[in-house]
């Protein structure tokens, strides 16, 4: 009997799946984040590891994981990748571990054999390109300090900086200027500002949906907010684009929390790759990445 697991874990929460060959799915299992934070592989690898356990016990199996495989968030950098397999390898999880990142397993969810293009907005934001024939190529992913554009934490920290404008005369009047405060329970500018001074990256960018429900509610300023996060989403995948100069259409897959079907900045990604790249061809499909990774294991395993 062959187990494998595969494990997407990123900065809001990892997420582990449990498969007994052939294909079987046994499990899912959602732990704390598992990204990878510079400096500080040790607290990834613990997150990563209470997962997989947590989902091999919902599992009801005892007996050892044979391939791991985990994309995750941070890992741009191979010495990232390496530091982190070697200490989930020291915990004795599964027999054989891998690490690669979040994007790759994304990709491999929805286009493991054919070429496409697959973006990523949840926290962070990344894109990623395949041609089905070897090549690969990334744009974004490069963190909250100098990129994720588009992302989650960007709309979120925008929305506070649009809030205090308009509470300061600085900029026009808007909605966020009392949703904002509302939401991380504070009442005026020093609170947001005394609230963003401490706030852990996920919790900002949890302020993306206080955007989002203004911008569908009407706020002229929000509405702004969200059309620029969608244009610094479809910037990231017409850069990906000029790696297939001949094709007629390519595939572009849409994931991550911010990029549900339901979303506002979702709807502006549409509306701008219309515009932009026509050449772009929608998919309407689910983006897996723990089922990503489990087709990466499934391949180590059988030795292809």
């Given at each position: 009997?062959?187990?494998?697991?595969?494990?997407?874990?990123?900065?809001?929460?990892?997420?582990?799946?449990?498969?007994?060959?052939?294909?079987?799915?046994?499990?899912?299992?959602?732990?704390?984040?598992?990204?990878?934070?510079?400096?500080?592989?040790?607290?990834?690898?613990?997150?990563?590891?209470?997962?997989?356990?947590?989902?091999?016990?919902?599992?009801?199996?005892?007996?050892?994981?044979?391939?791991?495989?985990?994309?995750?968030?941070?890992?741009?950098?191979?010495?990232?990748?390496?530091?982190?397999?070697?200490?989930?390898?020291?915990?004795?999880?599964?027999?054989?571990?891998?690490?690669?990142?979040?994007?790759?397993?994304?990709?491999?969810?929805?286009?493991?054999?054919?070429?496409?293009?697959?973006?990523?907005?949840?926290?962070?934001?990344?894109?990623?390109?395949?041609?089905?024939?070897?090549?690969?190529?990334?744009?974004?992913?490069?963190?909250?300090?100098?990129?994720?554009?588009?992302?989650?934490?960007?709309?979120?920290?925008?929305?506070?900086?649009?809030?205090?404008?308009?509470?300061?005369?600085?900029?026009?009047?808007?909605?966020?200027?009392?949703?904002?405060?509302?939401?991380?329970?504070?009442?005026?500018?020093?609170?947001?500002?005394?609230?963003?001074?401490?706030?852990?990256?996920?919790?900002?960018?949890?302020?993306?949906?206080?955007?989002?429900?203004?911008?569908?509610?009407?706020?002229?300023?929000?509405?702004?907010?969200?059309?620029?996060?969608?244009?610094?989403?479809?910037?990231?995948?017409?850069?990906?684009?000029?790696?297939?100069?001949?094709?007629?259409?390519?595939?572009?897959?849409?994931?991550?929390g911010l990029l549900t079907p339901d979303s506002a900045v979702r709807n502006a990604v549409l509306t701008m790759l219309a515009l932009q790249a026509p050449q772009a061809e929608l998919l309407d499909i689910e983006v897996d990445p723990p089922r990503g990774a489990i087709r990466m294991a499934a391949r180590i395993a059988a030795g292809t």
């Amino acid at each position: 009997m062959t187990l494998l697991a595969g494990v997407d874990a990123g900065a809001s929460h990892t997420e582990a799946v449990i498969v007994e060959e052939p294909h079987q799915e046994l499990s899912r299992h959602r732990g704390d984040p598992g990204n990878v934070s510079p400096g500080d592989i040790s607290q990834a690898a613990t997150a990563i590891e209470a997962t997989v356990r947590g989902a091999l016990e919902h599992a009801d199996r005892r007996e050892g994981i044979t391939t791991l495989v985990v994309g995750a968030a941070g890992t741009g950098l191979e010495s990232n990748r390496t530091a982190l397999q070697k200490a989930l390898a020291a915990t004795g999880v599964a027999a054989s571990v891998h690490v690669t990142t979040d994007a790759a397993i994304a990709t491999e969810s929805v286009f493991p054999e054919g070429p496409g293009i697959i973006l990523l907005a949840g926290t962070g934001s990344i894109a990623h390109a395949t041609d089905g024939a070897g090549g690969q190529w990334r744009v974004g992913g490069l963190g909250w300090r100098v990129g994720d554009e588009g992302s989650a934490f960007a709309l979120g920290t925008a929305g506070i900086a649009a809030a205090i404008r308009g509470l300061d005369g600085r900029g026009p009047s808007t909605t966020l200027g009392h949703a904002m405060p509302d939401a991380i329970g504070v009442n005026d500018i020093e609170g947001m500002r005394d609230w963003m001074a401490d706030a852990a990256v996920p919790r900002v960018a949890g302020l993306a949906r206080t955007v989002c429900t203004q911008a569908e509610a009407g706020d002229e300023v929000a509405v702004l907010l969200v059309r620029e996060a969608g244009r610094a989403l479809a910037a990231h995948v017409t850069a990906l684009l000029q790696h297939f100069p001949h094709a007629a259409g390519v595939p572009v897959a849409l994931g991550g929390g911010l990029l549900t079907p339901d979303s506002a900045v979702r709807n502006a990604v549409l509306t701008m790759l219309a515009l932009q790249a026509p050449q772009a061809e929608l998919l309407d499909i689910e983006v897996d990445p723990p089922r990503g990774a489990i087709r990466m294991a499934a391949r180590i395993a059988a030795g292809t």
